[in-house]
């Protein structure tokens, strides 16, 4: 997940009269690695970091896994190894594939009751034509702030795994009825969960998922 960084410009002495250059590095003769950043803003007084904290991740290819959903190896992948809907093998409309037609389940282990969130990492093939970056979502009994859920009672993610061709892309879970992008909050109790997540889109790979406290 995303780390906001804040960092006080004032403690540092540094002059922000004449800045030209802007260097990111990390620190350590032997830091290796790949190190991603989104956004860089400048404040005069930083905003509050997000609230919203990791309670466990794991690897979409650790869950109970049916066709045509299939594990490739990848070694951009976490862990080496991500499901896929191959192409050709998608269903986008309707509703979602029934359970032993494209299906991955979770057991999620809540530790308190409260609320949270969904969050995938993962890419598509197609990229920027809008395809192959949806899936379909639910928790079964999970009471959610989404008010206009799809028929079915799934979530219809469209767009979740959105970004250029083939880049690793993360964004937390939302439910694209009526265009909304408003990540989904789900209301949990302590305890055992089933997440439950079914094909759509084609040439959609999922490599990992996080569950966040937004509380």
Do not use: C
């Amino acid at each position: 997940m995303w780390t906001q960084w804040n960092i006080d410009l004032a403690a540092l002495g540094a002059d922000l009269s004449s800045v030209r250059p802007l260097t990111l590095g990390i620190e350590g003769a032997a830091a290796k690695g790949v190190f991603y950043v989104d956004d860089i803003e400048l404040y005069s007084d930083a905003p509050a970091a997000r609230s919203e904290k990791v309670v466990t991740w794991f690897e979409a290819e650790s869950g109970a896994i049916t066709g045509p959903f299939q594990t490739f190896e990848n070694p951009a992948a976490s862990g080496g190894q991500y499901i896929i809907v191959p192409n050709g093998d998608g269903s986008s409309n309707g509703n979602p594939a029934d359970a032993s037609d494209g299906w991955a389940v979770y057991t999620l282990d809540i530790p308190a009751d409260g609320d949270y969130m969904i969050a995938f990492r993962g890419w598509n093939e197609r990229g920027g034509n809008g395809s192959d970056d949806s899936v379909w979502v639910d928790i079964p009994g999970m009471v959610t702030n989404d008010e206009a859920q799809h028929a079915s009672g799934w979530l219809r993610s469209n767009g979740v795994l959105h970004g250029p061709t083939g880049a690793m892309v993360g964004d937390l879970v939302f439910d694209d009825q009526e265009g909304r992008t408003d990540p989904v909050v789900f209301t949990m109790t302590a305890g055992q969960h089933e997440l439950q997540v079914s094909r759509r889109e084609d040439g959609t790979g999922l490599d990992a998922i996080a569950i966040l406290s937004a509380n």
